[in-house]
């Protein structure tokens, strides 16, 4: 068999092939501390832990905003842990919140929140909340422009929001250092649109590594403060709370599966060029 | 009348909320009217389960000349099922731990499952179609390596990822804020006509 047979038989590969290796590639690194990673921190990821890392103790809370679904919680749950963790260890206030249109980012803050929370031992509603979901994401943010309470009349679990010592000085966006968002969809440019230029709200991101692309020019006019773009920003945040986790553990298995894509491309160009040659 | 009332409310409602961005003394009535808002978008989810309810027990209920079931009427009854077990855990227990063990013991898997399939399909669509088949193509597949490298740690010696970020913020910012512009100034026209009236197929045609 000569080597251009063999690349013509490269270009009828089996998927299931392609499939097993690429299994492989993202499974094992995941479980395994290979590949080393090399984090540097980005501009984008340094910005937006500063803007956190500059919210006082034990004053106004951050507020995170759960803008994503199961399907991004890959990407994105490893940045909320991270920023909570951030938070929780300088004891800075979070305001956990939900807008995607599916609601199910509640499901995933319920979650996430507390689990953080119990690992540094801050209390909720004093230290942290979580107010739920609430449909139409447009008309929420702009609701809490004018009023939080009415916005969210009761937390997640069903606690009044007048019992919550965390919204005690809540009105509006005046008391908010930043928000958060996280999310894959277009809730993010909803927020800089929003409360970001008619409030003047602070508007830092954590998106979904295929939304990077369609936020940066947000990014770069200054309307969005600071970016994790994901599993590399998830990664770089963990770097700096130095509690490395699920997304310094994506990294690898990214890295593996990144090379093993670039790999096939290029053999499916060099058998195609070599194949498209012999046939003239 | 039909047509007329719905045509008014619009040119109101319209008017009203592009002009109380420069009134601040309309602010409680611009309050009263997110209120509203919130109300008919809880309405519409309702109408969304019940419309899901509906066109799941129509895919049971045998029908037609033979009197059989949808083929894939199991399925609809796993999602109605899937339906009454949620809201149950959901109000019944406040959202408590049997709630949270359906979110993260089934939906948050089977949701992260399906996405997950992407990346299989993307590989092996990678390896067939990316072709060097033009120059255009040449430079997709280069540009598309350059920020595939760039979202790891490695490539630093190299420069790539500092390549990877000159694409990002320089065609692809070019490119997105045109496409932003245009979107924006579109909408921007849209609503005008929606509030004039001179847009109505919001309306429908009027033979139902």
Known sequence: ?280 | MKTQIPLLICLVAGLFMGLQYFIPAALPVYNRVNDYIQVVTAFSLVLGVVNLIHRHIGRMRPSGPQRRRHRDWPFSLAALVGLVVMLFAGFGTQRGPIFQSLFNSILLPVQSTMFALLAFYLASAAFRAFRVRSVDAVVLLVSAVVVMVGRLDDGGALGIPWLSRQILNGPNLVAKRAIILGVGLGMAATALKVVLGLERSYLGSGKE
């Open chain 1, 1 to 280: 068999m000569t080597t251009v047979d063999l690349l013509q038989r490269l270009l009828v590969l089996d998927r299931r092939i392609i499939y097993a290796l690429l299994l492989v590639c993202a499974v094992v690194p995941f479980y395994m501390n290979w590949p080393p990673i090399k984090m540097e921190v980005s501009k984008e990821t340094q910005d937006a832990y500063d803007a956190i890392d500059a919210i006082p103790p034990d004053g106004n809370p951050l507020v995170l905003s759960f803008d994503y679904d199961p399907a991004s919680a890959a990407e994105l749950t490893p940045m909320a842990e991270a920023v909570l963790r951030h938070c929780f260890a300088k004891k800075i206030r979070v305001l956990g919140i939900s807008l995607q249109y599916s609601g199910q980012g509640a499901g995933i803050a319920a979650e996430v929140m507390p689990r953080i929370a119990r690992e540094f031992g801050r209390e909720q509603n004093v230290d942290w909340a979580f107010m739920g979901f609430q449909p139409n994401a447009v008309v929420a943010m702009l609701q809490m422009g004018e009023d939080f309470k009415k916005t969210f009349p009761t937390d997640y679990y069903g606690t009044a929001v007048d019992k919550i010592a965390l919204m005690e000085n809540i009105q509006n966006y005046d008391q908010v250092p930043a928000v958060l968002t996280l999310a894959g969809t277009a809730v993010a440019e909803s927020w800089v649109t929003y409360p970001g230029m008619r409030y003047g709200v602070t508007i830092l991101t954590g998106l979904t590594a295929v939304y990077v692309a369609d936020i940066v020019p947000f990014y770069q006019s200054g309307q969005i403060k600071g970016m994790l773009g994901g599993l590399k920003g998830a990664a770089e945040y963990e770097k700096l709370v130095a509690h490395p986790g699920s997304g310094t553990a994506g990294m690898r298995s990214q890295k593996v599966v990144h090379y093993m894509i670039i790999l096939f491309i290029i053999l499916g160009n060099i058998a195609y060029l070599a194949t498209r040659g012999r046939s003239r």
